[in-house]
């Protein structure tokens, strides 16, 4: 396993198999990840400076992937983030 200087990854995907299968990924390359299934419960655990990149979906139930992005980046314009749509 690599070490990646502690870099911390939020996922976020409402579908549990995807957050698993990146979190494993990313974690035996030697990153900290927090995964959310809830787009709500992510945005409510989100500080500024607390991750270095963001991982989400654009389609999910209770907030769309847009809207998560633009709320976070209101807290922390510096966070860099990943889109997909799954």
Known sequence: MSTN???????????????????????????????????????????KNSHDLIILDLKMPNMDGMTLYHKIKEIDNNVNNLFYYC
């Open 5 to 47: 200087n502690n870099k911390r990854i939020m996922i976020i995907d409402d579908y549990k198999d995807i957050t698993n299968l990146f979190s494993i990924f990313l974690e035996f390359n030697g990153y900290i990840i927090n995964a959310y299934t809830n787009p709500l419960e992510a945005f409510n655990n989100f500080r």
